[in-house]
């Protein structure tokens, strides 16, 4: 998982899987620095708390929604806080460090062609589609990433996320 950290144009800075060090430190030469994430590690991190709650809140009616497979509540570097999976082989941290480093691009990319950047934004593939959508729960801003089947409602994903964001909401022109 390849994941930027920071602006869409920095990799000066990658945060990656172990799996993937080899591949990186061969693909791309001119990384400079890696730091390898342990998933395990007991160390704090700033909002897992908040993270989680988000995810409960979230999943006390979505998890039982058709077409459910799985969630992540990531930090704006990709780093997941919080994740649930509905039995399925789903590699949510490798998910989530892609999708984040997609939707960063897309953010970046909108805002250099004058456009205001997405809250949101959903790939939709010929397995299953996935959600990403900034949300602000108070003072902590989370990017959520959440699966569904072909079949699922991930439009109702979507609003669930909406209504659970604080941010108030842009005013109509």
């Not at 172990?18 to 001119?30: A, G, K, R």
């Not at 969630?71 to 490798?94: C, F, Q, S, T």
Request: with cysteine; proline share 3%; net charge negative.
């Amino acid at each position: 998982m390849a994941e930027e950290k920071g602006s869409a144009g920095d990799r000066d800075n990658v945060i990656i899987t172990l799996e993937d060090v080899v591949t990186l430190q061969t693909e791309t030469p001119d990384v400079k620095a890696i730091t390898l994430w342990d998933e395990v590690s007991a160390a704090p991190v700033a909002g897992r708390e908040a993270a989680e709650q988000l995810l409960k809140k979230l999943l006390s009616d979505a998890r039982f929604v058709k077409g459910y497979r799985a969630a992540a509540v990531i930090n704006e570097n990709g780093r997941v806080l919080a994740a649930d999976r509905k039995d399925d082989p789903i590699e949510i941290e490798r998910l989530s460090g892609e999708m984040n480093w997609l939707y960063s691009d897309a953010r970046a990319t909108a805002d250099r062609i004058g456009l205001t950047p997405p809250d949101a934004f959903t790939l939709h593939t010929s397995t299953g589609i996935v959600l990403v959508q900034q949300v602000e729960t108070g003072s902590d801003r989370f990017r959520v990433i959440l699966i569904c089947s072909l079949q699922g409602n991930w439009y109702y994903f979507k609003v669930r996320l909406e209504n659970l964001n604080v941010r108030p909401k842009a005013a109509k022109a």
